[in-house]
């Protein structure tokens, strides 16, 4: 069985991900290399909106570096793809001519449809059709994404503005404030409920959760460490997360990245992902998540190995 060596450039709204695996259609995509920075393009917003002049040289920087990482791993291609931040940045495509003209690198912005597209499909080809109807949730640094089907594609597919660093960002900038997280609370429920119906209209059997800040929730709330493996159970226990949360109300930054799971540049995100995870499984109806290892990243490798294919 014939492969290939590719790099998938991963620019999300907290972090740069460069990803090199050895890939084959009908195989699971082997990872070869990691190299990844913390960008926290959802922070480097100004007050209009667009990517400002440290997180465009931050950007620029990792994807000239990258570039490098995929040469000397001995990557035949490289696919670069921006998510929310650069997506709804006023100043999207200056930034992208920037990195272009800089880096050489041409990079896709993914619609946020899109993303929850792909994001349905890594998570199907890994659990299998067994798994039926799927529903699938991702907190990212911009946006949340979610998507129901009983297929590789989803029948429904939607991205909301509530990732975990845009909601710091806008609202939990300053500190925890009771009152400013209660507001937070009804805006981020009010938002998900909104078109919650086309998708509780499809109740899944399996209910699925994505990304680092899903994954940072069930290690808080009790789940195996990723030394245990990719194919350990892992789940996000709804009550065991609504129990938690106050803690971590009362919690610093500092104290909150002490906690099992938790990276240091995201610790100050973590009470507004919990909102957003907490108001999913209410809403949904949903005892539990279970915490899926492929994402985003595997979604577009697979269906860069079908066209491939075709």
């Known amino acids: 069985m014939s492969g290939v060596r590719l790099g998938v450039l991963d620019i999300g709204s907290n972090t740069g991900?460069?990803?090199?695996?050895?890939?084959?259609?009908?195989?699971?995509?082997?990872?070869?290399?990691k190299h990844k920075e913390p960008l926290r393009l959802a922070e480097h917003l100004d007050a209009s909106g667009a990517v400002t002049d440290e997180g465009v040289?931050?950007?620029?920087?990792?994807?000239?570096?990258?570039?490098v990482v995929a040469e000397d791993k001995g990557c035949?291609?490289?696919?670069?793809?921006?998510t929310s931040a650069v997506?709804?940045?006023?100043?999207?495509?200056?930034?992208?001519?920037?990195?272009?003209?800089?880096?050489?690198?041409?990079?896709?912005?993914?619609?946020?449809?899109?993303e929850a597209r792909l994001t349905f499909l890594a998570v199907r080809r890994w659990f299998g059709w067994s798994s039926g109807r799927l529903a699938v949730f991702d907190i990212g640094g911009g946006s949340l994404e979610i998507a129901v089907g009983s297929d590789e594609a989803p029948d429904v597919?939607?991205?909301l503005p509530l990732g975990a660093g845009r909601l710091t960002r806008e609202h939990l900038a300053d500190g925890i404030d009771r009152d400013v997280v209660r507001e937070l609370r009804k805006r981020i429920r009010a938002d998900i409920a909104h078109d919650a119906g086309s998708v509780l209209r499809q109740a899944p059997d399996h209910a699925?959760?994505?990304?680092?800040?899903?994954?940072?929730?069930?290690r808080i709330c009790g789940a195996a460490s990723s030394e245990a493996g990719p194919l350990v159970r892992r789940v996000l226990d709804g009550a065991v997360l609504r129990d938690t949360i106050p803690r971590l109300l009362e919690m610093t930054p500092d104290e909150v990245a002490e906690l099992p799971g938790v990276s240091p540049s995201r610790a100050h995100q973590i009470?507004?992902?919990?909102l957003v995870a907490d108001a999913v499984l209410?809403?949904?109806?949903?005892?539990?998540?279970?915490?899926c290892p492929w994402a985003l990243r595997e979604g577009i490798i697979l269906e860069r190995l079908d066209l491939l294919a075709d």
């Open 271 to 274: 009470v507004a992902g919990a």
């Open 282 to 291: 209410d809403l949904f109806d949903l005892a539990e998540l279970e915490i």
């Open 57 to 67: 040289e931050a950007l620029t920087s990792f994807v000239a570096s990258s570039v």
């Open 76 to 82: 035949v291609e490289m696919a670069g793809f921006a």
């Open 157 to 159: 597919a939607q991205s």
């Open 87 to 114: 997506r709804d940045a006023t100043n999207s495509e200056a930034v992208l001519a920037h990195v272009r003209e800089r880096t050489g690198v041409d990079i896709e912005v993914l619609h946020g449809e899109d």
């Open 208 to 218: 699925v959760a994505t990304s680092k800040t899903f994954r940072s929730l069930a």
């Open 17 to 33: 991900h460069l990803l090199v695996v050895d890939a084959a259609r009908g195989a699971a995509p082997m990872p070869a290399y």
